[in-house]
């Protein structure tokens, strides 16, 4: 069994350095599948407080982190800019497939007709 050795601060590091190695020490890695497998756990995880990086094989492409006190939902944040007129939202909401009707057949070369009303514009 090897005993490892303490972590000590380079001469003058700031109080950034150090936190940036608590962060590290608060952090875990997981690859895409086993994150999608697991899920459950890994918020589990998150909600105690650790901060986990997503890796697609070795690249890490996000990150799940807690979220911090104080912070608004985002859908606070939609009310906000709406309110403050930042923000202009759809008149109705999002259709779904069952609205937009049966699909269209079109009759010969779709992308010729799509030139043709293009260069007519």
């Not at 350095?17 to 899920?39: F, S, Y």
């Not at 890994?42 to 890796?55: D, F, H």
Request: glycine content about 6%; some cysteine; overall charge positive.
């Amino acid at each position: 069994m090897s005993a490892t050795a303490p972590l000590i601060a380079p001469s003058g590091a700031s109080c950034a350095w150090l936190g940036n190695v608590a962060k590290l020490a608060n952090m875990r890695t997981v690859r895409i599948g086993e994150l999608k497998n697991q899920l459950s756990r890994y918020l589990r995880v998150v909600r105690r407080g650790t901060r986990i990086v997503v890796m697609d094989r070795d690249t890490p492409v996000a990150e799940i982190a807690p979220i911090t006190p104080g912070r608004k939902a985002a859908t606070d944040v939609r009310e906000d800019l709406i309110r403050r007129g930042l923000l202009v939202p759809a008149p109705r909401p999002s259709m779904s497939l069952k609205d937009t009707g049966p699909p269209v057949h079109c009759r010969g070369d779709a992308l010729a007709a799509l030139r043709a009303d293009r260069d007519a514009r």
